[in-house]
């Protein structure tokens, strides 16, 4: 039984979203750093919190804010028996809560830090835990806890401070994925040394790299067929842009479309081994191999000339 | 086309630039939407259902945003759809929320496309790269800079064709308030010593990457026959897609855009596309694809793109205008940009198109839009009479 | 609904569901319900008339995912398709949508997604506000569980409902060859494990699920040609409702109930319901948001609590339906799918067999 091919992949925005609030949201993370809940006043006298830019019902935009709190009452909780450390509030196993503050008419989700699920109840008060350094967020809370557990440090806001206008959310998604059936049968290929096509049933046409059907019919690609390590350069680009990619070589650098001998379909590779200025279309082109070979596309660095005369424009025209 | 009448009654736009500091989310989506609902006279009650369109959830970091912006659009209690085809979305939207009407479910739909790119980045948003898949080493511009040369090659258009169209859209722009670039002293020779990025495309032969919403109210026939507010009427639409990689597939002129383009013609009685337009706003994000969606989109003989393009007959005083808002080349919000391109129609056959103004003489327009692998396409035709 | 409106049935269905599947990408897990609805519709191929998918590329962490669907599918010559970023019962509604404007007869849908690939519960949270919740990174689970503590507060439901919900709907399950989890045990069994969500357990949380599911539309006499007993669509409609949990009111689901009244649920007999039920305390609200009667069979699939294909588990709850009504078990039914956080929105469809 072969191993399945699975590789981490991780989704995140270098340093994180900037996301500009605008005004209403501004304003209440700027109250938070200022160690202050404000909510908002909708269209029918109901006081929003967290405040919303829009009246929720009636779309209106929204401008009085009300203060509330600091303390408030659980209209509904749950509990996080195993935090998602680095991510939600607390490291050690909390109580997320909907938090209605006084004077507020909606509840707000934040966690409570009590140190059991017994602790907390529908109808408990709680009071806000503020953390000493604040910056504009709702995270400018550490947790709520019981009312009156602790005394309440109500922060005093910086004098002269600039109003808060943005955060920086940093978001980092981590992925196991796998290359598929088609897929891998294909990258098994290229750790030893085979570029291994592959078409459907009812066509002659080899797709390289495959990634399981024939996209003409949607029928599963079953049939493998090995083609070259050798090919025509049907068209290309001269890459300027510096950084663009960590496996990107020095610029320029040029990035082609290759038809191997035997596919069908082009495989986009990197061209080394001559002047930027003397590729062209045409050109024939062998691959070459990594030292080491693994199941994954960088087993082929990338292209070279292999001094076979220019394929004539006619004969690989369809495809340019 | 197939279904009821209708028309857009309403524009708005939002002036698109690099980064808007000022406003969250919500608020830059809602500067179009007020804006388009004022101009059809309506208030958030009147609208019916509302359609949203973005392109990749990855470029804000929101997943799924109609559920944050239900409330800023007024959609509470109503139906919102949110569409996602890539780079055409925006044009796809505007069709989704069409047909809503043209099927007699809705009188009134709010539709909204945007982008707030600078949240993240739009090169990274482009380019992440995923396991197993070919590593993307070239970019966005990387992808297409090949096709582009491939035109070259076919066309034997010469070397500077591209450049014409980066100047001539972002003379353009200066006269539309709300396009991102404006580049008073652009020319020939500024666009020929920017830097080069993609042999043979220029740092001025591409897109800006911009922040902003574009947003249209589309009514029925009776809806709009009761309006004060100028009409575009919708006299065709279409959509059309095919694999991003197949053996034999023509990249450079799609057939999924000549047949987009052949179904909208047929619904809206259009045999001369050069003749029976007065005005065309195609997405053009890298000056080449002037020459090749012109030839693509039947304005003339394949191979005869850039010879259109050369003799002016796409400049704002050529007759045939491509883009005179400036084009996707002087604003390009990515979601937003295919309902720029399909509002800016609109606009032209409404006579709302201010110093941009096209002289109608047909009263007919075309807007255009695609994306993924050029393999997405979506398309509408808009008069300012009703259909024969 | 306006009578002006088309009759539209579903014609084909088929579903394609795995527990973490470590072998097959998203387009191995398309290409066979697509073939397998088509040809149950008896449709060609090529003369389906409109194509629309449903999808979120967040589940494989990458931005244009739903690109690649595309090659499962045959677009070639060129298709007219579209797609949502949105749960695939949506993607049927635009299709219903481009059927009643009348240029195509017939459809092709098909939502899919891996939710093994990521932390589903954790991906979600993008969903949230960006600026009071999400850097606060509560899971869907989370959120789910203070709505089953709402409604547990209210007397909305109780923690015994709760175990009849899973108990029932695990033991059908068990009955479904597509189903992931199912077990037989005893509403009373499940209340003596552990509760790990306060208030819900395990078996009220729909497992992770890898899967695609497909269905084919067609129009008046297309419909009858491609199927013995077609399940027509009588009526569909959806709502949204605002994102804060603090400003709905969790214990009801108010865009279920209008989006229910819009599409005539109560104008006939419910003789089955299948519910996008994710957490078993969303079948309470539902039913009661639905106005359906005690005694109407909900889930007999053994609904999401079996298998959570997500961004394809409301267009399954259609086909679940549709394939009692085809089969004759039924002449009337109801289908809903929701997304957004805590049932946020809401569509509902209801479904009959022919009524000669």
């Known amino acids: 039984m072969t191993e399945v091919l699975l590789e981490q992949h991780v989704l995140e925005y270098p340093g994180g979203y900037t996301r500009s609030t605008g005004p209403v949201v501004g304003r209440f993370l700027t109250g938070l750093r200022d160690g202050r809940f404000e909510g908002i006043r909708g269209g029918d006298g109901t006081v929003i919190v967290p405040p919303t830019e829009y009246d929720p019902y009636t779309a209106a935009a929204l401008s009085e804010f009300v203060e509330v709190g600091p303390a408030g009452v659980v209209t509904a909780w749950t509990w996080v028996a195993e935090p998602r450390v680095g991510k939600q509030p607390l490291d050690r196993p909390f109580a997320w809560a909907l938090i209605k503050l006084d004077g507020a008419d909606t509840a707000m989700l934040h966690a409570v830090a009590v140190d059991a699920p017994d602790a907390m109840s529908v109808g408990l008060r709680v009071q806000p835990r503020w953390r000493t350094e604040r910056i504009g967020s709702i995270r400018d809370i550490e947790a709520f806890v019981p009312e009156g557990s602790e005394p309440l440090v109500v922060p005093s806001p910086e004098p002269d401070a600039e109003p808060v206008t943005g955060i920086v959310t940093p978001t980092r998604l981590d992925y196991e994925i796998n290359a598929g059936i088609a897929p891998s049968k294909y990258l098994r290929g290229l750790a030893e040394g085979k570029v291994i096509g592959q078409r459907a049933v009812d066509s002659d046409q080899v797709y390289v790299p495959p990634r399981g059907s024939d996209p003409t019919s949607g029928e599963p690609t079953e049939i493998e067929v090995e083609v070259a390590d050798v090919g025509t350069v049907t068209t290309f680009c001269v890459v300027n842009v510096p950084g663009l990619s960590e496996l990107a070589p020095e610029i320029p650098y040029v990035c082609a479309q290759i038809l191997l001998d035997g596919a069908n379909t082009a495989w986009f590779g990197l061209i080394q081994g001559l002047p930027a200025d003397e590729v062209r279309m045409g050109l024939r082109v062998k691959a070459v191999w990594a030292d080491e070979l693994i199941p994954n596309a960088a087993s082929i660095k990338w292209f070279e000339p292999n001094g076979e005369p220019d394929t004539p424009y006619e004969s690989y025209r369809e495809y340019a | ?388 | 609904m306006s009578p002006a409106l088309r009759d539209v049935a579903v014609v084909g269905f088929a579903q394609n569901l795995a527990d973490h599947d470590r072998e097959r990408n998203e387009v191995e897990f398309i290409i066979p319900v697509v073939r397998d609805a088509i040809a149950q519709s008896g449709i060609p191929r090529h003369d389906i008339g409109f194509t629309v998918s449903g999808s979120c590329d967040y589940l494989s962490g990458g931005p244009f995912t739903f690109v690649q669907g595309l090659d499962a599918v045959g677009a070639w010559p060129p298709i007219k398709e579209s797609h949502v970023e949105m749960d695939a019962a949506w993607a049927l509604y635009e299709a219903w949508v481009s059927i009643q404007v009348g240029d195509v007869d017939s459809a092709l849908i098909y939502g899919f997604g891996k939710s093994s690939l990521g932390d589903v519960h954790e991906i979600f949270n993008l969903m949230n506000d960006p600026y009071s919740v999400m850097p606060l990174w509560p899971s869907t689970v989370d959120l789910a569980a203070l709505q089953a503590c709402a409604a547990i507060a209210a007397d909305v439901t109780n923690e015994r409902e709760l175990a009849e919900v899973a108990s029932r709907s695990h033991t059908a399950a068990l009955a479904n060859p597509h189903a992931i989890a199912g077990r037989d045990a005893s509403a009373d069994v499940l209340l003596a494990e552990p509760v790990t969500h306060v208030p819900l357990r395990d078996a009220d949380i729909a497992p992770i699920t890898d899967g695609a599911a497909a269905i084919v539309l067609a129009a008046g006499d297309l419909a009858r040609k491609a199927s013995s007993r077609p399940a027509w669509i009588r009526g569909i409609e959806h709502r949204i409702e605002p994102l804060a949990l603090g400003v709905r009111d969790l214990t009801r689901s108010e865009s279920t109930r209008l989006a229910a009244e819009a599409a005539g649920v109560a104008d006939g007999p419910v003789e089955v319901a299948e519910l996008h039920t994710q957490f078993s305390h969303e079948e309470p609200i539902l039913r009661a948001a639905l106005g359906l009667a005690p005694d109407v069979p909900v889930n007999p699939s053994g609904g999401p609590l079996g298998a959570n294909p997500i961004m394809a588990t409301g267009l399954i709850r259609i086909g679940e339906v549709a394939t009692r009504i085809t089969a004759g078990d039924v002449s009337r039914g109801v289908a809903h799918a929701t997304q957004g956080p805590c049932l946020q929105q809401n569509l509902v469809c209801v479904l009959e067999g022919e009524t000669n």
């Open chain 2, 1 to 388: 086309m197939a279904g009821q009448l209708t028309a857009v009654i309403g524009v708005g736009q939002t002036r698109h630039v690099t980064a808007r500091h000022d406003v969250s989310i919500a608020g830059l989506v809602r500067e179009a939407a007020v804006e388009a609902l004022e101009d059809a006279g309506m208030d958030w009650s009147d609208i019916d259902a509302v359609v949203i369109g973005k392109a990749p959830d990855m470029f804000e970091g929101v997943v799924m945003p109609e559920m944050y912006l239900a409330d800023a659009l007024g959609a509470t209690n109503k139906p919102m759809l949110r569409v996602h085809t890539a780079g055409s979305v925006g044009g796809s939207t505007a069709i989704v929320a069409s047909k809503l009407v043209a099927a007699g479910i809705h009188e009134r739909v709010l539709t909204v496309a945007f982008e707030k790119q600078s949240e993240s980045n739009a090169t990274w948003g482009l380019t992440v790269a995923m396991p197993f898949q070919a590593p993307l080493v070239a970019g966005a511009g990387g992808y297409f800079a090949p096709l582009i040369r491939a035109y070259m090659a076919r066309s034997g258009a010469p070397r500077h064709i591209g450049h014409l169209v980066a100047v001539k859209d972002r003379l353009a722009a200066l006269r539309n308030p709300k396009a991102h670039l404006h580049l008073p002293d652009i020319d020939l020779k500024m666009v020929e010593e920017s830097f080069l990025l993609w042999d043979p495309l220029r740092y001025l032969d591409v897109c800006p990457s911009s922040d902003g919403a574009m947003a249209l109210v589309i009514g029925s026939e009776q809806v709009a026959d009761a309006s004060s507010s100028p009409k575009a009427w919708i006299h065709g639409t279409a959509m059309r897609s095919e694999p991003t990689m197949f053996a034999g597939r023509d990249q450079v002129s799609p057939q999924a855009g000549k047949d987009c383009a052949a179904d909208v013609y047929e619904q809206a009685g259009i045999t001369n596309p050069r003749e029976d337009f007065d005005v065309a706003e195609v997405y053009v994000p890298f000056s080449w694809y002037e020459p090749m969606w012109l030839e693509n989109l039947g304005f003339c003989a394949e191979g005869d793109g850039w010879k259109l393009t050369e003799a002016g007959a796409t400049a704002p005083d050529g007759d045939i205008p491509w883009n005179p808002s400036g084009g996707v080349l002087s604003s390009n919000p990515i979601g937003a940009s295919g309902m720029i391109r399909f509002g800016e129609a609109a606009q032209q056959v409404r006579e709302r198109a201010g110093d941009y103004q096209v002289e109608l003489k047909t009263g007919k327009a075309l807007g255009q839009a695609y994306g993924g692998g050029s393999q997405f396409f979506s398309m509408w035709v808009v008069g300012n009479r009703k259909p024969e």
